[in-house]
């Protein structure tokens, strides 16, 4: 394999989340220095984490439109609706708090990834869904 193509593999799999010390094994293995494959993990660590954190922003932006939503959703139906009369109202109601803790799920979710991004082990793609 040559150094090139060692790199992009090393790339690759840094993304899909696996740990820089067996990417660094890997690349030693196939003919980098030890200082050259540092800062070659130093600089595809740094690229994971930015693209976490823009997943993150994203999924924090999502869930508070959606939270905000479903919040200012539930105020008519709260306000008009009545156990005895109206079970119609309370189902709604019920389905708005559930569309809110959607949201909320999402907004702490999305300030995880924000805050820590480090501490995601997972593929992007499948972090992004």
């Not at 820089?20 to 540092?38: I, K, P, Q």
């Not at 079970?87 to 959607?102: K, M, N, P, W």
Request: glycine residues 8%; charged residues 20%; proline residues 2%.
């Amino acid at each position: 394999m040559t150094p090139e193509q060692a790199i992009t593999e090393a790339r690759a799999r840094i993304i899909w989340g696996e740990s820089a010390l067996l990417v660094r094994e890997f690349l030693v293995s196939n003919g980098l220095s030890a200082a050259d494959a540092d800062s070659k993990i130093e600089a595809f660590c740094a690229e994971r984490i930015l693209e976490i954190r823009t997943v993150g922003r994203r999924r924090t932006l999502i869930g508070a439109v959606i939270l905000l939503s479903g919040g200012v959703a539930i105020y008519p139906c709260y306000k008009f609706a009545d156990a005895s009369t109206y079970l119609g109202g309370i189902r709604i109601i019920v389905l708005f708090a559930l569309i809110g803790l959607v949201g909320l799920w999402k907004v702490i979710s999305g300030v995880i990834c924000l805050a820590r991004p480090q501490s995601e082990h997972r593929v992007i793609s499948e972090i992004s869904e």
